[in-house]
């Protein structure tokens, strides 16, 4: 069962949990976060196994400073401007990711880019404690409505979470609005708690609205990292020549001759094959084979997730093959 702090007295304890790479729930002005050490995989798996969300979905990162923002993401001058004027604030910044920045590759679910937001009160302060930035979606369970008070939080997660920090309800009370800049413009990607008109004064351009042009594949979705390799699911065999996404203590038929092998999690663990899931797809795709074998893995717990995002990755890329 989830203690419930103030966030007078939560820091300490809150940022003891952080470190030790679990979730927590903390107040932010837009609403309730589910925050955990956004450079910890597993910290950032167990944010979906406590959501209990059926899909990996890029999560904001949230920073305490620019410092640490700008050792995250490359910012453009129009995204400078707007982190100056708006920051802290409910406003999330979609940014190309710096070479080495620390953040896991579940945080951005494999993507090159990484939406940052500075928030206000003690979200701030636990980032600037322990230093490290944290990836904190809406403190729900997938499905429910985002909490905006501490008690919303604890009848919807209580019995998942160690800590809930009751910062009171929280002002702005729906998600922040999120923006990238594209070229010399701006599209808006979700609206939330600052107007887009207020970012349109600010920015002196209009905000692009609706996704980008032409029709998407699943998994090609512009927040949807795909690998160029083709993915052969449920393998029970390798080809010549295949790449191997392994998972658990045994091997598929001739693994041996498989041109590159990484194993999810050798024990079997769902949590540990999720942190690795999109480093790994990643380096078997840069050794260039033209196919990803990848053994069967259980849909339970944090299975579900990965398999909903190999079979999107798996999905034909063509416009003619792709469904709806
Ligand atoms: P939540 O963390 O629940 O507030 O949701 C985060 C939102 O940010 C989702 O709608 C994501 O699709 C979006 N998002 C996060 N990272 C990226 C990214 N790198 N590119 C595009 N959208 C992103
Ligand atoms: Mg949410």
């Not at 620019?66 to 995204?79: H, K, N, R, Y």
């Not at 604030?89 to 940014?95: K, N």
């Not at 190309?96 to 620390?102: M, N, V």
């Not at 413009?185 to 042009?213: N, S």
Request: hydrophobic share 45%.
């Amino acid at each position: 069962m989830a203690v419930i702090l103030t966030a007078d007295e939560a820091l300490e304890k809150a940022a003891e949990l952080i470190l030790a790479g679990n979730p927590i729930a903390v107040p932010t002005e837009t609403v309730y976060g589910l925050a955990a050490d956004a450079t910890n995989g597993e910290a950032v798996a167990r944010i979906y196994e406590v959501k209990g969300r059926p899909r990996f979905n890029p999560l904001i990162a949230h920073v305490s400073d620019m410092d640490m923002a700008d050792a995250i993401g490359e910012f453009d001058p129009l995204s400078r401007l707007l982190a100056e004027k708006f920051w802290p604030g409910p406003l999330t910044l979609v940014l190309p990711l710096k070479a080495g920045a620390r953040i896991h590759p579940l945080v951005r679910a494999g993507l090159d880019t990484i939406a940052l937001r500075m928030p206000t009160g003690f979200t701030s302060c636990l980032i600037a404690r322990v230093g490290r930035p944290l990836a904190a979606p809406s403190a729900n369970s997938s499905g429910r409505i985002s909490g905006t008070s501490a008690v919303a939080v604890d009848a919807d997660l209580g019995a998942r979470i160690a800590l809930i920090v009751d910062g009171g309800p929280t002002p702005v009370g729906v998600e922040s609005t999120i923006v990238k800049a594209e070229g010399e413009g701006l599209r808006l990607l979700r609206p939330g708690g600052l107007a887009a008109e207020e970012i349109e004064a600010a920015a002196g351009v209009r905000l692009e609205r609706g996704k980008t042009a032409g029709l998407e594949a699943p998994g090609m979705m512009a927040s949807h990292y795909a690998p160029g390799a083709k993915m052969r699911l449920n393998a029970s065999a390798v080809s010549p020549g295949e790449a191997l996404l392994a998972f658990g203590p045994a091997r598929a038929k001739d693994a041996e001759g498989a041109k590159a092998v990484r194993n999810l999690s050798p024990k079997g663990d769902a949590r540990e094959a999720a942190a690795n899931f999109f480093s790994m797809l990643r380096e078997l795709d840069a050794t260039g084979a033209a196919v990803i074998a990848v053994e069967p893995i259980p849909a339970a717990g944090l299975g579900e997730a990965i398999n909903d995002r190999l079979r999107r990755a798996a999905a034909p890329r063509d416009i003619e093959g792709a469904s709806a």
